[in-house]
């Protein structure tokens, strides 16, 4: 079985500056899907990135990107120029693929708070 | 377009009440997963459906049912509610090469 693991609870950060959150999963899988989603207090997931693991390049969407080491199985989500909105639950998710009955396994979360 | 949306938003009931939550699908997308969100913790898979039979099961008791109709809307059943059920109910819908939308939610509260 998978596991995601969130080691951060919670986090703060300024606005405009840089902030990583970290993740680290567990699988024997070797190719798989990886996504951070967020969820705001309107309570709906957004997704926010995702990183297949059969390639090597780290996703980038705008201001969010990621670090994937897949021999240390780490995911980590880099926010640049934080702004307020940023503010949200941010969850790891591990996917094994797309087709036939694939679920997503989910962390703890981490709670990012985007101050003044 | 619109994206996933579930029914109702919240829902109050007691301990041994049953109930049903419904989930609308996303344009285009054909299967349907149900998560479970307590406070502070991050979603949990109920199961997955895909034409109209349950794929896939997480680790929930048989209290916990669901279905899939022909237009892939779903249902989530759960019986003989207990205090520990109170959650956050989220749908997912999806495609064999789309990543799974999520609706906003039913927030269950079983007194």
């Known amino acids: 079985a998978q596991t995601v693991t969130q080691s951060q609870p919670e986090m703060s950060v300024q606005e405009a500056e840089t902030v990583t959150l970290s993740c680290t999963y567990d699988?024997?899988?070797?190719?798989?899907?990886l996504f951070w989603y967020k969820q705001p207090p309107s309570r709906q997931m957004i997704l926010v990135i995702r990183q297949e693991a059969y390639k090597q390049q780290n996703a980038t969407e705008n201001r969010f990107s990621v670090n994937f080491q897949k021999a240390a199985k780490s995911f980590s989500l880099k926010i640049s120029d934080s702004q307020l909105g940023d503010t949200a639950m941010y969850f790891c998710a591990f996917m094994k693929h797309f087709f036939a009955a694939s679920k997503l396994t989910f962390g703890t979360g981490t709670r990012l708070q985007v101050t003044l | 377009d619109a994206g996933v949306t579930q029914s109702p938003t919240h829902l109050i009931k007691t301990r041994g009440q049953q109930v049903t939550l419904r989930c609308s699908p996303k344009?285009?997308?054909?299967?349907v997963s149900w998560y479970q969100q307590a406070l502070g913790q991050g979603p949990q898979f109920i199961f997955q459906y895909y034409e109209e039979e349950e794929r896939q099961r997480g680790n929930f008791p048989d209290r916990f049912s669901g279905h899939q109709f022909p237009n892939y809307s779903s249902e989530l059943n759960v019986n003989a509610l207990l205090l520990g059920d109170s959650a956050l109910y989220l749908c997912?819908?999806?495609?064999?090469?789309?990543?799974?939308?999520f609706g906003p939610g039913t927030r269950l509260t079983v007194l």
């Open positions: 997912a819908s999806s495609s064999p090469t789309e990543v799974q939308y």
């Open positions: 344009s285009g997308h054909d299967t």
């Open positions: 699988t024997s899988e070797n190719n798989y899907y």
